[in-house]
């Protein structure tokens, strides 16, 4: 069924494939459509029936991103008609008109002001309107404003706009209804929570109220998610959750309505989505994140080349993760987004590069040379690609993370990438091959304090992932995400886990959007203790100092792991002596994140 056409109006969908509207940061600092933009949705068009552009802000009080797309003034039409353009020879284009005011609370707001909102979205449809979108969508979900005025978690208003569900809708079914009355022929879509996952927040219950009405007021259809900013992690799941968490509220709406309504989060497989479909739980499937990471997704899944599909992990890390920091879309499998550099430019000449190191950093590094038409030898001394991937799979809830090797031991073979496995490079190899550049991606080793060197109970968090026997009492050093994911995994075996940290904070620096789910699901077996020091280690006595108190402890375990970073080894690349071009990537430059690694790889093919 993804295939069949669908008709809603006088507007046929190709498919039952829509790509859902997710911030990017590429516009202007004043919400005017770039180069980028354009791009972005160009290189994605051709699969899907229908594309839903980013949030765009219908007043600046509502502008959340630095580079937001905005649709409040009739001088950004003309960029938007240059999106429409791009797209609409071979897909439906769509625009999704949004608003989050983060300088008041709906309850703050003056009557004034509330008319003015409710006229900004009229006009902003008028606007998409006259720029040729066929598909207007009302964003009414995930805690931006008009969410906020239907919770009465948020909504404390004792005027007609706030009370009981009837006055909590009011704005939002205002704003539909003039729209509706704007929009003779564009279709009228509505993004609705199911569930806000707060308390108090907007339920299923209410929901069910606000879509009937919705579809009164000529809402053609309806695009059902849930959760609000501090749960963001419930529409834009990460993978410790199951696929298609959503589904289920999907299928309740559907049940209660006329009109057609479409699924969201974690819709990446292709079986999967023909189930829901077959099984009437939804009529649309909307794709975020798997669109971010592979544009031809849907052209890949019509074809049934499904291992070609650039898979989307839900880590998060790049695209949500990003966006939250204000930084520009992107995504650990696919490191430009906004364009196809490597087909647009092609090797000058056919140059032989040797890559040492078949990590994250060094496959990114061989696929994007191997696309531009060089010879590459990627050289691996293990006995399998994937580096620090192989580990990152292990722990509870990661083993989306195989998906990212499988993908990689594809491209190689479809692309006969010259791979040597079990091959230490040493000067005499490099002497032999000749190559005219040498890109070192050798990673990075577990840091080993001195004190904690040859003791027969130290091991690192390397060797608890490849599945070296523990203790019952282990202790971890280091309460980084390596250090709890570690814990994690030996406490699913029933082990008596303690984590010293130094510091008074841990994972300090991971974006909320992943922070709160990955502590939802950490075992509260895990005993964490922070402003520790690690002193000494003598035996399986561990001695640490209290950094607030002072106070000194000595505690004996089974196991003493070290989970305190890593560090690369240059013994390599300092005895280098010969003259020829080298580039250093991943964690071998400085240790980082594997998004960090695949960009560093893509960038270094780029410029060699």
Not at 162 to 170: A, F, P, Q
Not at 183 to 210: M, Q, S, W
Not at 373 to 396: D, F, S, T, W
Not at 566 to 584: G, Q
Request: aromatic share 8%.
């Amino acid at each position: 069924m993804l295939f069949q056409k669908y008709q809603i109006r006088q507007l046929e969908f190709k498919n039952r494939l829509i790509m859902l509207p997710t911030v990017t940061n590429f516009g202007s600092a004043d919400g005017f459509v770039t180069e980028k933009n354009i791009s972005y949705y160009k290189i994605r068009s051709k699969g899907p029936a229908a594309i839903i552009c980013e949030a765009s802000y219908t007043h600046p009080m509502g502008k959340c991103f630095p580079n937001q797309l905005g649709i409040d003034a009739d001088d950004k039409i003309e960029g938007l008609r240059k999106i429409v353009k791009a797209i609409s020879e071979t897909t439906i284009p769509g625009i999704q008109l949004a608003l989050n005011v983060k300088s008041k609370s709906v309850n703050d707001l003056s009557k004034e002001e509330i008319t003015l909102i409710r006229d900004s979205f009229v006009k902003a449809a008028i606007r998409a309107k006259k720029a040729g979108f066929q598909l207007i969508e009302l964003h009414f979900a995930h805690g931006w404003l008009l969410n906020q005025f239907l919770s009465k978690a948020s909504n404390k208003r004792t005027d007609k706009y706030g009370g009981n569900l009837e006055n909590r809708m009011r704005l939002a079914l205002e704003i539909t209804e003039l729209v509706r009355k704007e929009l003779k022929d564009e279709i009228l879509e509505a993004r609705v929570n199911a569930d806000d996952y707060t308390k108090d927040g907007f339920n299923l219950e209410e929901a069910v109220v606000f879509s009937k009405r919705l579809e009164k007021l000529g809402v053609d259809m309806l695009n059902v998610t849930a959760g609000t900013g501090p749960t963001t992690y419930i529409h834009i799941s990460p993978m410790s959750m199951p696929e298609a968490p959503l589904i289920e509220y999907v299928r309740k709406i559907k049940k209660k309505v006329n009109i057609p309504v479409m699924a969201a989060d974690r819709l990446n497989d292709y079986e999967m989505a023909e189930d829901i479909l077959n099984q009437h739980k939804a009529d649309f499937i909307g794709i975020a994140r798997g669109l971010i990471g592979d544009p031809h997704l849907v052209e890949k899944w019509e074809k049934k080349d499904f291992e070609d599909v650039i898979p989307c992990i839900a880590c998060n890390q790049a695209c949500i993760a990003g966006i939250q920091s204000q930084k520009q879309l992107s995504c650990l499998m696919n490191p430009v987004v906004y364009e196809e550099p490597v087909l647009q430019q092609p090797g000058m000449y056919k140059r032989k590069i040797l890559i040492i190191g078949a990590g994250p950093a060094g496959l990114s590094c061989a696929k994007y040379l191997k696309l531009r038409g060089m010879e590459v030898v990627l050289c691996e001394k293990e006995n399998e690609i994937g580096g620090q991937l192989r580990l990152a799979h292990v722990p509870p809830y990661k083993a989306e993370f195989q998906k990212v090797i499988d993908y990689y031991a594809h491209i190689i073979k479809k692309l006969n990438i010259d791979l040597r496995l079990n091959t230490e490079v040493d000067l005499d190899y490099i002497r032999q091959l000749q190559p005219a550049v040498v890109v070192f991606a050798l990673g990075a080793e577990p840091v080993v304090p001195g004190f904690a060197k040859n003791n027969p109970v130290v091991i690192t968090s390397d060797d608890v992932l490849q599945h070296k026997k523990t203790g019952e009492s282990v202790a971890i050093l280091g309460a980084g995400l390596v250090g709890l994911e570690t814990a994690q995994y030996l406490a699913k075996q029933n082990k008596y886990i303690t984590v010293f940290e130094m510091e008074k904070e841990i994972l300090k620096d991971m974006p909320p959007v992943l922070k709160k789910p990955f502590f939802e699901k950490l075992d509260s077996r895990i005993e964490i203790r922070t402003n520790h020091k690690v002193l000494n280690i003598k035996g399986n006595t561990l001695y640490l100092q209290n950094t607030t108190s002072g106070n000194l402890l000595e505690k004996k375990f089974d196991t003493i792991v070290m989970a305190l970073g890593r560090k690369p080894d240059y013994n390599l690349k300092n005895s280098f002596n010969i003259c020829m071009d080298t580039i250093d990537i991943g964690d071998y430059k400085q240790v980082r994140d594997a998004v960090v690694a695949v960009k560093e790889g893509f960038e270094a093919a780029m410029m060699i």
